[in-house]
């Protein structure tokens, strides 16, 4: 089986995907706009040939060139798990006969309000919203909403450029701090904790759910840069806090008609347990999502997805083993990483349930969390117990800090 796979050398997660193919017998051909040389060694051994794009904004350029270097080659399948490059996807699928998500498809998962329509339509509960492009429509759209809202980027990422405002003041600030931005999405504040849903499905059959929880939303982390944020992948998706998302998550694979790969979605649990839609990509998620998957089921579902992918199903067990909590840490100080204080600590204590510590290296530059979602380091602690995986997290947050100086 030929594998298209789109940009191989970022983000980071991308390269355990290239194995994951490689590993289900795939023949990985990789297109992406980092010079061959600068591929990292690992993805470059899972690949059995490489495409250097100019770049990925001039798609018919892209999708000139890539069927130039795969003639004579069948092209099974076009396998994009990164966000900005889904539309091409779908323009290579369409130009190499390669069945999978369509271009028309591909839409809803990229606009959000492209996306509320649809489910909304379907009868689902997603934030009242309207879709803005200058201030004008946005104070229209305020009337209409009420406060609090959200006001935020139509095709945005990492909550950049995204702001709560509780009134009238607060949205005079957002409007101009969004200037730069085409297309806002203004949205009904969702109260509630904030949690994810995550999937692999094959022929849009859903082969497996994740589901992580936010500690705290990642609009309040990226706001506090003191904040270790978390996410905790849940061991038991059965309780009624946490199956009312996992019914909510079905349905909407199910009205976007996603097909194959990884879905990764956000919804909110209201103080009431209702389950509000969020968002959903159509690819799979970040902030080591994917990792905690492996460390809660001690499994690979790098390789796990690509079987689906490749053959339609998954033959390892997937059983969820351990609540597996990602805690993120940035750096205190000025200057370079000095220490990491409460390290020896954390590990007497529970060292045995900590099965990664990846923190910025002592001498270098603290990395900015707005940018790199990671900041200085992730931990990684789990447990089969709920309680005793968020008393580590705490202790995590509290008790570790990186120190600049
Ligand atoms: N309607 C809403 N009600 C409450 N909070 C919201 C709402 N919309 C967005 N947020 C907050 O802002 C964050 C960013 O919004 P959203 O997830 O839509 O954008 P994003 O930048 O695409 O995120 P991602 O990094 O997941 O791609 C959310 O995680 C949530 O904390
Ligand atoms: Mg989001």
Same mark, same amino acid.
């Given at each position: ?42 993805? *470059? ?27 004579? *080659? ?33 839409? /809803?998962?990229?606009?959000? =309000? ?6 909304? *339509?379907?009868?689902?509960?997603? /934030? ?23 006001? @935020?980027? +139509? ?61 705290? @939303? ?34 909407? +694979? ?37 990792? =905690? ?19 339609? *199903? ?22 370079? +990483? ?16 900590? /099965? ?12 900015? /969390? ?36």
């Amino acid at each position: 089986m030929n594998v298209l796979f789109l940009s191989p050398g970022f983000p980071e997660e991308m390269k355990y995907f290239t194995h994951g193919f490689e590993h289900v017998g795939a023949r990985v051909f990789g297109v992406g706009d980092t010079p061959r040389a600068g591929l990292d060694a690992y993805v *470059k051994h899972n690949l059995a040939d490489y495409l250097q794009i100019a770049n990925w904004q001039d798609e018919q350029e892209v999708v000139r060139s890539v069927h130039a270097w795969v003639r004579g *080659k069948t092209i099974d399948r076009v396998v994009c798990l990164w966000e900005p490059v889904m539309f091409l996807a779908a323009k290579l699928r369409e130009a190499l006969g390669v069945p999978g998500l369509s271009l028309e498809q591909s839409i /809803p998962f990229r606009d959000k =309000a492209a996306m509320k329509a649809v489910l909304a *339509k379907a009868g689902l509960r997603t /934030p009242r919203d309207a879709r803005c492009t200058n201030a004008s429509e946005v104070w229209a759209a305020a009337e209409r909403i009420g406060y609090p809202l959200i006001i @935020k980027p +139509i095709a945005g990422a990492g909550s950049a450029d995204t702001y709560r405002c509780d009134d009238k003041a607060a949205l005079e600030r957002a409007v101009q701090m969004t200037r730069h931005v085409p297309e806002v999405s203004v949205e009904e504040y969702i109260e509630g904790e904030e949690l994810t849903y995550d999937t692999v499905c094959a022929g849009g059959r859903i082969l497996f759910e994740n589901v992580s929880w936010y500690r705290p @939303k990642p609009l309040v982390a990226r706001l506090n840069p003191w904040i270790s944020p978390q996410s905790i992948a849940l061991k038991n998706l059965d309780g009624p806090e946490v199956r009312v998302g996992c019914e909510l998550g079905r349905k909407v +694979i199910a009205a976007l008609g996603f097909q194959d790969g990884m879905t990764h979605m956000e919804w909110f649990r209201t103080p009431k347990g209702e389950a509000v839609f969020g968002e959903i990509g159509g690819r799979a998620p970040g902030g080591r999502i994917v990792h =905690a998957m492996n460390y809660s089921c001690d499994a690979d579902l790098f390789a796990a997805t690509a079987e689906a992918v490749c053959h339609g *199903k998954i033959s390892q067990n997937l059983a969820k083993r351990h609540n597996c909590a990602i805690v993120f840490k940035r750096a205190v100080g000025n200057g370079r +990483i000095a220490r990491y204080e409460g390290l020896e600590n954390l590990l007497r204590r529970y060292g045995e349930h900590i /099965p990664v510590v990846d923190l910025t290296p002592i001498g270098q530059t603290p990395r900015d /969390p707005r940018q790199v979602v990671v900041g200085d380091g992730w931990i990684v602690a789990r447990h089969p117990d709920l309680a005793t995986t968020l008393e580590m997290a705490d202790f995590i947050g509290t008790d570790l800090r990186v120190v600049a100086a």
